[in-house]
């Protein structure tokens, strides 16, 4: 059995695949299949002159979806996915499958959530999940060669972390369990065994709302490290992020052309430090009062609203050009069906163009009108990061809107020491993290402003009993981190079955 990864090995040798039917067209005399082994997609020729009589019969047979083992030759072709086709000589048929649910045409998202068992088999989605599982390997690299121990946090457990409001509620043989939110409490205690380690599972969420961000159940990356102030925090994300970008782009070039990714930023990322600032100076950016370089992020938004608004005409009179070619008769059919296709993918595009003009006014409202201590939206995010090209990282966060962990500024303690990272082209916040406060009594003061029950942080506060030290760590957001490198509008497309609001099934 080969693989149709890694056929180029072979070309002008007969190899046997095994997969299924990703598509079917027909010739006089002739089948082009493309075959998925789920290790990549490849043109197979089924020529009546060249195949016994039984293998063109099943040839006949199959429609999409159907499994099948082939046999043939790899022949070069320039002009085809990955450079080379089969010349196939013999077709088995392992199932003619039932007809197909998920057909060419465009279906809705919802449709296509509910079939995810099945989506997941379609080639979009086959090049994320394949990046997803570069980049959780690059994870577990980077933290691996740099002297990390990993480490497993508990799915149950017994406090809240990251806010009451989120908290799944569960019965542990008759007590009251949360799903974790975060696996930070027990990483500072690993890291005070282990010295720096770093968590990566699932965690949990209950968010009643549906953004393109927010999934229920997501996972986490949460590094811990003993003696590592607010600098060396940041220096460590600065690099984590880097690698794993650099890595994973290198290794998923075909995915990411499959994605119709434009990796040129992604490019820069990694010859480019990070541009760090504070909440206060982040907020007179949002609001307009400073500029970065000489730019202002307000007036570049409305810019961006009047191109966006010139795009649409302009995109609207080609497609009305294009229908009037078309009706004017003459063409020929694949000269039709190019034009069509055209103007299908015009419309995508106007679709878009015109979720952007509806959504930069909101924008615009909401920053001038953004009041100073206040947590970011997705919409603040956006017009912070419209400045930048690479992810930027904002520290120094107001304490009343932080987690009661978080270590006050050491002259101003109306702030704490949180980091926030934000990705650049609309994709917002990547990393949460922080120093965490070391001190007991400072903890504990906290504890109570968060209303948080104490008997349940007894175990964590003793990490600040024997041998209480500076520390600080991260968490950083898997499917977001996917978002961004695929470019994927929305989280639910960066997880295999994705859990939110509103969706359990499949
Ligand atoms: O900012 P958060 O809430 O921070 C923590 O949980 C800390 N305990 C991390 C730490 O310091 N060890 O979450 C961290 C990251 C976010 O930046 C985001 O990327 C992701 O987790 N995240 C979510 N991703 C998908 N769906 C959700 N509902 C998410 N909530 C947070
Ligand atoms: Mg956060």
Redesign the pocket.
Known sequence: MHFIEGISNFEGQTVNLKGWIANKRSGKGLFFIVLRDGTGFIQCIVDQNSVDEATFNNATKIGLESSVEIEGQVVKDERQIGGFEIQVSKLNIYQVAEEYPIAKKEHGVDFLMDKRHLWLRSKKQWATMRVRNKVIYNIHRFFQKNGFMQMDSPIFTGNA??GSTTLFETDFYGEQAYLA??G?LY?EAMAMALGRIYTFGPTF?A?KSKTR???SE?W?I?PEMAFYDAKMNMDLIESFIKSVVKRTIEECKTELETLDRDTSLLQKLTETSFPRMSYTDAVAIIKGEKDVEGRNAIKLLEEDLGQVKQEITDKEAEIEEREAKINAGGMKKGEVNFNRNKIDTLKAEIKELKEKEENIPQWLESARNFQFGEDFGGSDETVLTRLFEVPIMVYNWPKKIKAFYMKEVDDDPDFVQGVDVLAPEGFG??????VREEDKEKLIAQIKVHDLPMEAFEWYLDLRKYGSVPHA?????L??LICWICNTKH?RESIPFPRMYGRLFP
Do not use: D
């Not at 916040?429 to 922080?434: D, K, L, P, R």
């Not at 760590?473 to 957001?477: Q, R």
């Open positions: 972390a990251e939110q975060t930070q990483g969420r968010e961000r927010h999934l997501f986490m949460e916040e990547i990393v949460g993290g922080s760590g991260f968490g950083l957001g499917e977001r989280i």
